[in-house]
């Protein structure tokens, strides 16, 4: 069995942040911060999991669509 070295991405490296608006109930998600064009999201309870890239301007379409 071999075993290749693996460069980190910018995803292995990124800031996550929650909402400050997550309950104490960790159903909540995650957003990195600082990958360019990027807006990666997580399940806060699985931070080993899959993540989600969403394109930067259908993030901003998504979030800003729930103002009202």
Do not use: Y
Not at 4 to 31: F, K, M, N, V, Y
Not at 35 to 58: E, N, Q, T, W, Y
Request: one cysteine or more; a positive charge.
């Amino acid at each position: 069995m071999s075993h290749e070295a693996r460069t980190p991405s910018l995803i292995d490296t990124a800031t996550w942040r929650r909402s400050s608006h997550s309950g104490g109930q960790g159903d909540c998600l995650e957003l990195a911060h600082g990958i360019p064009g990027l807006a990666p999201v997580r399940d806060s309870k699985k931070p080993a999991g899959p993540v989600i890239p969403f394109g930067r301007d259908a993030w901003n379409a998504f979030v800003g669509g729930g103002v009202g």
